[in-house]
């Protein structure tokens, strides 16, 4: 007698995909994302080169950081307003001149007030992570697991860009001219802003105009801000601290893999953490994968303090980054959910602004600890900066009166 034929239900990314229009967004908006991990490192190998100074190359990238910090959130309340095609299309030309002129005013051997002024124009690139999640959460509105899949996909293509774009920009700007990483990320970043904003089937809607408060203004944003804050310390402080160690070791080259391989930790997780199924709310589950998180940095603290070798700290550094992509996730999932409709891009904007901060923060304490103590000591910064995460979230819940969490509000992987 025959048997039945069997059909296997797609998986949770397969039916995410399967909607019209979700995968011309999606390589669209990977095409722009990828250059966020080129332009810091081009940056500095460029003016370093040209200039000689890794001072100068710092400062002028510092300062690209915290122009970001003031104007990204403008620009994602002007997306909000005004759609994004509108919007991201010129901000994204505007940005893409500033990283142009920054290459012409060394070129021309300009004053160096000038690369300062060319670099803070690079300002105004626009979220792309958020625009497209911005979009996810329109399409996928009152499905909440595939929302999570969706979200846990977002947060692994950050973490996919963040380790090859580096990787990408340092073998431009060594392989050909200083000025290739800088030029190939402008054009990489046009070109995907491009296809991505094309896809106008799938962009949101400007939502009507409302009275709405300020997402800094909304209930229980400033403490998930200042969390975000303090993760952006955690992962600012391992990439300083994990560069010091490798060439403490003499192998200060093998930096880049062993930071690739905490990226390829994060993003694994993130993929696998988007199938699950989750019973719990975001806000349960945020105080659980934030003690996951404290709880496997101390690996690498361990591996360099009671066995300082780069073989040790691999594995170390690759099971710490697995906590990473699910924290992150949840706390992108209560971002969205505490942010009003008509303003979503700019709350996801001021998390990631949050970030990046803390990203700043965590380098600059980490490289002081590096050179007042030991790289080995460094790696306490992470777990300390995870620790404050952790109690901000718990103070956070205490004060909004929500009971502790059970122990299954984050599921093990």
């Keep these: ?99 142009l002129a920054l290459v012409l005013c060394l070129h021309h051997d300009a004053p160096d007030w000038t690369l300062f002024a060319a670099y803070a124009a690079t300002a105004t690139t626009p979220n792309t992570g958020g625009m497209s999640r911005a979009r996810w959460a329109h399409l996928l509105q009152g499905d909440s697991d595939a929302l999570h899949t969706a979200n846990s996909f977002e947060q692994a293509a950050d973490e996919l860009c963040f380790m090859l774009g580096p990787v990408l920009a340092a073998f431009l700007c060594g392989t050909f001219f200083p000025e290739a990483g800088t030029l190939t990320g402008s054009v990489l970043l046009l070109t995907g802003m491009l296809l991505f904003t094309a896809q106008r089937a799938t962009e949101p809607p400007v939502a009507p105009r409302s009275k709405a408060r300020s997402p800094l203004r909304s209930p229980g944003m400033p403490a998930l801000l200042a969390a975000f804050l303090a993760t952006g310390g955690v992962f600012g402080a391992t990439e300083v601290v994990t560069i010091a160690f490798a060439d403490g070791q003499g192998h200060r080259t ?28 975001a806000d349960r589950r945020l105080p659980w994968c934030t003690a996951a998180m404290a709880a496997l940095l101390t690996l690498p603290l361990l591996a360099a303090t009671l066995a300082p070798s780069l073989l040790v700290l691999a594995p170390a550094l690759l099971l710490a980054g697995m906590a990473t992509a ?27 602004t949050a970030l990046l901060a803390g990203i700043a923060g965590g380098s600059a304490l980490g490289g002081w600890t590096v050179e007042r103590a030991s790289a080995a000591t460094g790696f306490g910064i992470p777990v300390a900066a995870a620790a404050l995460a952790l109690l901000i979230t718990l103070l956070s819940r205490v004060a909004r009166g929500v009971s502790q969490p059970s122990p299954q509000a984050c599921p093990s992987r």
Excluded at 327 to 334: F, K
């Design 1 to 99: 007698m025959p048997q039945p034929h069997l059909t296997r239900r797609p998986g949770p990314y397969r039916r995410l995909f399967a909607r019209p229009g979700t995968r011309a967004f999606t390589l669209g908006n990977l095409v722009a994302r990828l250059p966020m991990g080129m332009f810091g490192v081009s940056a500095v190998v460029m003016i370093a080169g040209s200039r000689g100074s890794y001072a100068l190359a710092g400062a002028v990238t510092a300062t690209g950081l915290a122009a970001t910090a003031l104007v990204a959130p403008w620009i994602a309340r002007l997306v909000d307003r005004y759609g994004q095609a509108r919007v991201a299309v010129p901000a994204t030309l505007t940005a893409a001149l500033g990283s």
């Design 254 to 281: 093998a930096a880049g893999v062993l930071l690739g391989l905490q990226a390829a930790g994060s993003c694994a997780a993130g993929l696998i953490f988007g199938t699950l199924k989750l019973r719990a709310p």
């Design 326 to 352: 699910p924290t992150m996730v949840t706390g992108m999932a209560l971002v969205q959910q505490r942010t009003p409709a008509d303003r979503l891009n700019e709350g996801m904007t001021l998390a990631v």
